[in-house]
């Protein structure tokens, strides 16, 4: 993913948000500064602020509320993912020990709370606090979709809707408010061009969630975290569930019931991810993931031809496209 050329037409702007995160999560003494200073160097790609920032720039213009927008949602993002590294147990990301697994559960949660208290000391103005209700539901989504990949999991349900359901809480909805509020904090949108953004977001995020799905039960990428983790913690993505479907229901049965099993040989977990390849099925959810890019790609037609509108779908395409 060329970053540098997506993030061309917004770089000042970028330059002036990765400033603004370091200082928002300026050290403050003792072994949390440890801490602080593992999330900085692990330095992701940063594509919520990417997203939030170029929607701002095509629907009007980037203000400083856009990048208090985008400082807030990187922090929302940064700490729901250490949240979810204490659910899964994880123990790397992006090629890193995660905080847990240096740390232990007990501080990784609290840091965690920690970063969502910093979220409300970047607010400043009235046009800020109005925006609550959208990091509210950010607030609300995540955790959201969190209970009910496990109750899904729990009851290893294998239905499309759900599916699509868990997603649309867990990732789509991030990206979804991203592009949303990088409308509404630009100069003077319409609501139309800031639903129109909101819906891009949107389906970029169900893409991007696809996409992770088919990473993880490929073996041949190095994603920086184990492959088939997802089959470990018995969540059944949309290759499976396209695999499982095209079953009869004693063969599907046997598979639901390997899949529920709290342990698992690493030979079984790869003789289940060859058949998914073998019958076609991540060719099949990659076939979704580009629809779901399409759908986003739709979104922009009102908008001229310019180097930001490129730039969003060059993000789009290269999120879908990932090997990482």
């Given at each position: 993913?060329?970053?540098?050329n997506i993030?061309?037409?917004?770089r ?14 300026s050290?403050?003494g ?7 200073q593992?999330?900085l160097?692990?330095?992701g790609k940063?594509?919520r ?5 170029l929607?701002a720039?095509l ?5 400083s ?6 400082l807030i949602?990187?922090?929302l ?10 659910i ?12 847990n697994?240096?740390?232990g559960n007990?501080t990784?949660i ?8 910093k979220c409300l000391e970047?607010?400043?103005?009235e046009s800020?606090f109005?925006?609550?209700?959208y990091?509210?539901k ?10 009910l ?9 294998y239905?499309e809707?759900?599916?699509?359901k ?5 990732t ?8 949303e509020l990088?409308?509404?904090?630009s100069?003077?949108?319409?609501i139309?061009?800031i639903?129109?953004l909101?819906?891009?977001?949107f389906?970029?995020g169900?893409?991007?969630q696809?996409r ?9 990428f ?5 492959f ?14 396209y695999?499982?479907?095209d079953l ?8 639901l019931?390997?899949i ?5 040989k690493?030979?079984?977990?790869l003789?289940l ?5 073998e ?7 990659e ?8 759908l986003?790609?739709?979104q922009?037609d009102?908008?001229?031809q310019?180097?930001?509108?490129s ?10 496209k990932?090997?990482?």
């Open positions: 993913m060329d970053l540098k993030t061309y037409p917004i000042e702007y970028l330059d002036l948000f990765n400033n603004r995160f370091y200082e928002s999560i050290m403050e003792f072994f949390v500064d440890e801490i602080t593992h999330v160097n692990k330095n940063r594509i602020p990417i997203v939030n920032l929607s720039k629907a009007g213009g980037i203000t509320q856009t990048i208090r927008c985008a949602l990187e922090l993002h940064t700490a729901s993912l250490i949240h979810d590294d204490v899964d147990q994880g123990q790397q990301r992006r090629g890193e020990p995660t905080i697994s240096i740390w007990n990784a609290l840091f965690g709370d920690y970063l969502y208290g970047i607010m400043e103005t800020d109005k925006l609550l209700p990091f509210a950010i607030g609300r989504e995540l955790p959201l979709g969190e209970l990949q496990k109750e899904v999991s729990e009851k290893l349900d239905s809707e759900t599916y699509f868990v997603i649309s809480k867990k789509a909805a991030l990206l979804e408010v991203s592009a990088g409308a509404i904090s100069t003077g949108a319409s139309e061009v639903n129109n909101k819906t891009f977001g389906y970029m169900l893409a991007f696809v992770d799905d088919i990473l993880d039960l490929s073996p041949e190095d994603t920086g975290k184990p088939g983790n997802d089959i470990l913690e018995k969540k059944i993505t949309l290759p499976l569930i695999m499982l479907n009869d229901e004693r063969e599907r049965n046997k598979i019931n390997f529920g099993q709290d342990s698992k690493e030979k079984e977990i003789s991810i060859h058949r998914i390849n019958g076609g099925y991540y060719v099949k959810a076939e979704k993931v580009l629809s779901f890019c399409r986003a790609e739709i922009l009102q908008f001229a310019s180097d930001t509108k730039s969003l779908i060059e993000l789009l395409y290269s999120l879908a990932r090997t990482n």
